[in-house]
């Protein structure tokens, strides 16, 4: 890849970091021009703008376009779209049928000889690990010397100090029987490619067309092309998006899951005309956030997103809480799951079992979370007793049998009976279920709750720090209209403050809005997502991929370092190029264009002396080929901000 020190000129990058470091101006009461109103929706409401978008909110008004946009089932969805999703077969699977289909990757069981384990019973096992070398005797002296050389085989080296050396010896055959067994299962179940594939066939395999590949691979038999793709190295499918998804199905079949998610956000940030819906959908999911990476959270977002935050963006904000509470998804990832109260009417466990069983307790996570996180704020108002009486308040709420079905599951046994005060208001003894149901809906209604949202909201779409009277506006609608998101969102972009000077351009784009945005400025067609989803990962935003449950953050200082600049400006050199492999570009539009035409058709309107002046600086009176002005339009600050 060309860097940028060979296409872009050092000034330009310093107007880019000054440009990044400055801040909306306040200046909330100057209404936009009609021009410069059609280009902020477009950049708020959407993923960014496409060849086309600006013409279609003249002709139909901003307002009206806003109000399509709010009410998504009005807009014809993109055929485009359809086509692309259609081969993600697992976001339209159910959570158990992931769960049955999709479980992790074993290419085979080698048989094993028992564990010592099941040989001697866990208070022998311990005493082994632990007892003299005298006792270890006595123990080990009447088992039938094939169960010896089992138990020895199994237990670490010091274990085996002191004893006959016979039985060491005993041990010693019998690890490295066990080995060679395993050895030769594996490769029985893993044959190297050599082993499956003539030279020639090698050759095709790795380094050969996407036509030879093909054709190797259809001619083999179902089990045999399965074994082949299961250990032919991932970059000789790199060109070949759905051989790539059948051999991760063969070799990581929950990461395909995994990966069919993020297809799914991606293929439609770019495509969907309902893009108010998609960019609500990543707000949501940034909000609600759960980490990809840990344990079965991989399988369970596709329904989490799908089924708990989706139905609701534009509905009661109570309701998409309560579904992200009941959610697996949601109680694996804050550890509510296994949160369950300690039993004061059980007889103490006997004496030698002290140690040895996890006692059960509450875990204050979910409850912290769901009220500093989700709901009030970290300033809203809540004690470190309220967070207590909520976590006992969601005791039992929990997984019905995790790894098979992963569904919601009350179970009684582990809830805390007793009676709980959440913010002043009592919840009786004895309530079940309903006392986390009456937690929702006390945290649904509360002031606090209504402020924080309606903040946060404007934050995503007005300013970084939106004026309090915009804020007080949403939570008063908040407020009245029992949480209706919808009605809250159609206060802010009714609002004069939404389309004013102090919003204008005062955001600076994430990773995500940057690598998107670029790809629809272009109206380019996007094949395969894979190398788009590293992009955005290597600019610091891996989807699904924030291991706080914070979120990403909401506001630019994040992406405002010279690190994140210099990311940005080194992928609009690569896409501008045709190096980012699955996304194809016609640039042939811009040929023969000055700068000025080039800059305006990316940016939506005329650029600014600035601008232009910025672009001067950067092609340094060289040869202006239409690769190079779109790069440095694309790593300008009024291409980077939104």
């Known amino acids: 890849m060309k860097r940028l020190g060979c296409l872009l000129s050092v ?75 259609r081969p993600l077969e697992t976001l339209k699977l159910a959570m158990w049928q992931i769960q049955e289909k999709y479980s992790p990757a074993t290419p085979g069981r080698v048989i094993r000889p028992p564990a010592a384990q099941s040989i001697l019973t866990p208070q022998q096992f311990g005493r082994l690990m632990n007892c003299s070398v005298e006792d270890r005797r006595t123990l080990l002296t009447p088992l039938r010397p094939e169960d010896r050389r089992v138990v020895l085989a199994n237990v670490p080296p010091q274990v085996l100090e002191g004893l006959p050396e016979d039985w060491v010896q005993e041990a010693a055959k019998a690890r490295q029987a066990e080995q060679e067994a395993r050895q030769k299962e594996f490769r029985r179940l893993m044959p190297p490619l050599t082993d499956l594939l003539s030279p020639e066939e090698v050759r095709a395999a790795q380094r050969g067309t996407r036509e030879e590949k093909m054709a190797l691979l259809n001619s083999l038999d179902p089990e045999k092309r399965r074994q082949v793709l299961r250990v032919l190295p991932s970059e000789a499918l790199s060109d070949l998006p759905d051989l ?3 051999a991760m199905a063969v070799r990581q079949p929950q990461e395909l899951v995994n990966s069919d998610l993020i297809e799914n956000k991606l293929y439609r940030a770019i495509y969907s005309n309902r893009q108010l819906e998609e960019v609500l959908a990543d707000f949501w999911m940034n909000h609600f956030n759960v980490f990809n990476g840990k344990g079965q959270d991989r399988v369970l977002l596709t329904s989490f997103e799908r089924d708990a935050i989706r139905p609701h963006v534009f509905g009661h904000f109570k309701d998409m809480l309560l579904a992200t509470a009941r959610h697996p998804a949601m109680l694996f990832y804050l550890d509510n799951w296994q949160s369950q109260a300690p039993r004061d009417d059980l007889p103490p466990p006997p004496a030698a079992a002290v140690g040895a069983l996890r006692r059960p307790g509450i875990n204050e996570n979910y409850g912290r979370e769901l009220m500093e996180l989700h709901t009030m704020g970290v300033d809203g108002g809540y004690t470190q007793a309220d967070v207590i009486a909520v976590a006992r308040a969601f005791t039992g709420w929990t997984i019905f049998d995790l790894n098979k079905y992963a569904e919601f599951w009350f179970n009684p046994g582990m ?51 939106p004026p309090q009277r915009l804020v007080d506006r949403m939570t008063e609608t908040f407020t009245n209209t029992d949480g209706d998101l919808r009605a809250v969102l159609q206060t802010m972009f009714g609002s004069p403050e939404f389309l004013s000077e102090g919003a204008w351009r005062s955001k600076l784009k994430s990773p995500l809005e940057v690598v998107v945005g670029a790809v629809r400025a272009l109206n380019a067609d996007v094949t395969d997502t894979s190398v788009l989803a590293q992009e955005i990962a290597s600019l610091g935003q891996p989807l699904y991929g924030k291991v706080e449950p914070t979120g990403y953050p909401n506001t630019g200082e994040l992406w405002a370092n010279t690190a ?51 672009i001067e600086k950067g092609i340094q009176r060289q040869e202006a080929t239409p690769s190079m002005l779109v790069t440095v339009v694309m790593s300008s600050p009024d291409f980077q901000r939104r």
Request: proline content about 6%; aromatic content about 4%; glycine content about 10%.
């Open 11 to 85: 000034p330009l990058l310093l107007v880019v970091a000054v440009a990044f470091a400055g801040n909306a101006t306040g200046r909330f009461d100057q209404k936009l021009s009609a021009d410069k109103q059609i280009v902020h929706v477009l950049n708020r409401l959407t993923f960014g703008p496409r060849p086309g978008d600006a013409e279609q909110v003249r002709r139909l008004g901003v307002q009206k376009w806003i109000d399509l946009q709010l009410h998504p089932e009005r807009v014809q969805e993109n055929p485009v779209l359809e086509s692309k999703l």
């Open 415 to 465: 809830h805390d009976r007793k009676e709980k005060v959440v913010l002043g208001h009592r919840i009786p003894a004895g309530g079940g279920e309903g006392d986390g149901l009456e937690v929702i809906d006390i945290l649904a209604h509360h002031p606090s709750t209504a402020k924080f949202i309606s903040k946060k909201l404007a934050q995503r779409f007005v300013a970084d720090d």
């Open 564 to 614: 994140g600049i210099l990311g940005r400006v080194n992928f609009a050199t690569a896409l501008t190029s045709g190096q980012v492999a699955g996304v194809r570009a016609d640039l042939s539009r811009f040929n023969f264009k000055p700068p000025s035409a080039v800059a305006g058709e990316l940016l939506g309107m005329a650029p600014s002396s600035a601008m232009l002046a910025a």
């Open 244 to 246: 790539r998804r059948e």
